[in-house]
């Protein structure tokens, strides 16, 4: 069974552009949620995607934005990007998107640094 | 909402000896509380979680306990060995809100 995948998996910006991140969840998950990781932040909660619907959104602006579609795979845009949106954005996928009920497995991440 | 805080933000132990990351949470809520590790350049995997009515949950050289009244809950690590070195992750989430993670171990065994 495949794992979770994004891509790219590198990927360098600068100042002003935007960018598109691509996960395509564990065949048959219908939860795919992203998370942003930068050094000593740990993981933080962008938003939670269920059955082509955000089901959850984090603290975040609104130039974070994403979407899902009916197959499950899930995009991520950042408009305007800053330098603070150097991170490393990891997508997880889980059955029904219930922690407490199901697993989340992440992807490999894929990191973004902007100039 | 959910605010979770992770201590220590680093952590050495000798090859052999035993570790302890400890979290605390805000939202006594809060029903599940999974432990993730992230080697190196890896994804984060889950190793062990424990849910609410649970106090103590234990996976071979690895337990985590919880205790609800003071709102914290801890990973322990025995007989540690160098593959467990990595950058441990605590998080809490109740039904089906997104799991909050604390920000992370980094845990190094000297062989």
């Known amino acids: 069974k495949a794992g979770v995948t994004q891509t790219p998996r590198y990927l360098i910006k600068t100042r002003g552009q935007q960018v598109t991140l691509s996960c395509s969840p564990i065949?048959?998950?219908?939860?795919v949620s992203w998370y942003q990781q930068t050094p000593g932040q740990g993981l933080q909660f962008l938003f939670e995607?269920?059955?082509?619907?955000?089901?959850n959104k984090g603290n975040f602006p609104g130039r974070f934005s994403g979407r899902q579609f009916s197959n499950s795979r899930s995009e991520m845009n950042v408009s305007t990007l800053e330098l603070g949106d150097s991170a490393l954005y990891l997508c997880?996928?889980?059955?029904?998107?219930?922690?407490?009920?199901?697993?989340?497995?992440f992807g490999e991440g894929s990191r973004l640094t902007v100039l | 909402g959910e605010n979770v805080e992770q201590h220590p933000s680093t952590l050495s132990v000798q090859e052999g000896d035993s570790a302890v990351i400890k979290c605390t949470y805000s939202?006594?809520?809060?029903?599940?509380f999974p432990w993730y590790k992230q080697e190196l350049g890896k994804r984060p995997q889950l190793i062990i979680d424990?849910?609410?009515?649970?106090g103590e949950k234990k996976d071979q050289r690895i337990a985590v306990t919880l205790n609800k009244t003071a709102k914290h809950f801890s990973l322990h690590i025995t007989e540690t060995q160098p593959e467990d070195s990595a950058v441990y992750f605590c998080?809490?989430?109740?039904?089906?809100?997104?799991?909050?993670f604390g920000k992370g171990t980094r845990l190094s065994v000297i062989a």
């Open positions: 997880a996928s889980s059955l029904n998107g219930s922690p407490d009920t199901g697993e989340l497995f």
């Open positions: 065949s048959g998950h219908r939860s």
């Open positions: 995607y269920f059955s082509e619907t955000q089901r």
């Open positions: 939202d006594s809520a809060s029903n599940y």
């Open positions: 424990i849910r609410s009515n649970v």
């Open positions: 998080a809490a989430s109740k039904g089906n809100t997104p799991l909050v």
